[in-house]
């Protein structure tokens, strides 16, 4: 998954490719109403006035919308006295995102760069950057849990197998009851990313917006997992997703009680919530299907931190 997605040369995320919005693989919210902007610029008002930050860092910025709309959201005597950074590992999109705001942010490589550029100081907003990390998937059989493994012939075709038992990897997934034959994925990738940077970050407050749910219920009625691909807004999933790689996005929804408890010795307070509660008095009533609790305001998490000083 590391290498279909996030290859230099030949991942879907380096290739110059259109993948998001209406002729591309998938969309996002931002890019279909006003509201999640609108709603975001207000939670970013809030945090940087009581947290003190002047700086205000986008990880995974996709081509500049959402950030360029977060900005202009901004009541104008912040939006001028706020500093505004990319994360971008992508150049196809970091180019895109400059052509769109110009002079008024800071690229960066990595949050590391971003908050040292920071003094260690920033609030820091998301919106699915969670669900393009790689997962390890593993299934419950009558030995336990077993991670998956796939193999690629000479031709191409893969196939499926499960390791022998091993450690397993710090997630919720497993303390959660599953019968045998459950799939589920661990987004082990992103716990190492984040926990190399957060004792980087002194103070502010972090948002994460993404699809998925609590452990309780992430897997409720998918015994096979999560996992899938979107290839010209078409949903496959089974052996399909291991075709056309580097053509095609590949997702898994996301735990957020790994979430929270992977960051929790850095936070001093943790709090998550629907998308639709999130939107809630910035949406209109154009924007149903986002505050739709049945759609995507209730498959949506948004995620509140505020950084342990």
């Known amino acids: 998954m590391q290498r279909a997605l996030h290859d230099p040369e030949r991942g879907y995320y380096a290739r110059r490719i259109s993948g998001v919005g ?44 959402l950030a360029a709309a977060v900005r202009k959201s901004l009541p104008w005597h912040l939006r001028w006295k706020t500093r505004l950074h990319m994360v971008e590992t992508s150049k196809p999109l970091a180019e895109l995102q400059q052509k769109r705001l110009g002079g008024v942010a800071v690229w960066h490589s990595s949050p590391e760069a971003a908050l040292a550029a920071c003094a260690g100081r920033a609030v820091i907003f998301s919106n699915e950057l969670v669900d393009a990390f790689p997962v390890r998937r593993f299934q419950k059989t009558g030995d336990g849990w077993r991670e998956l493994a796939v193999a690629f012939d000479t031709e191409g075709k893969a196939a499926e197998l499960l390791l022998p ?36 970050w002194r103070a502010g407050r972090m948002l994460t917006i993404d699809y998925g749910s609590t452990a309780d219920n992430l897997y409720h009625r998918r015994p096979q997992g999560t996992l899938r691909a979107y290839l010209l807004q078409q949903r496959l999933v089974g052996p399909d997703i291991y075709q056309n790689m580097g053509s095609q996005d590949l997702t898994a929804d996301v735990n957020f009680t790994d979430l929270m408890d992977w960051s929790a010795p850095w936070m001093a307070e943790q709090k998550i919530q629907s998308f639709a509660d999130f939107l809630h008095g910035h949406a209109s009533s154009d924007d149903r299907d986002l505050t739709d609790e049945q759609g995507a305001g209730g498959a949506f998490r948004v995620l509140d931190q505020i950084c342990l000083r």
Request: a negative charge; aromatic letters at 10%.
């Open 165 to 200: 038992s091993a450690p397993l990897p710090e997630s919720s997934g497993f303390a959660d009851f599953h019968p045998p034959g459950q799939w589920i994925e661990v987004h082990d990738s992103y716990r190492h990313w984040l926990q190399n940077w957060l004792p980087q």
């Open 22 to 65: 209406k002729r591309g693989d998938f969309t996002t919210a931002p890019m279909l109403s006003a509201a999640p902007a609108k709603a975001i610029a207000a939670w970013a008002t809030r945090a940087l006035r009581e947290t003190g930050c002047r700086d205000l860092i986008e990880i995974g910025p996709g081509e500049g919308t």
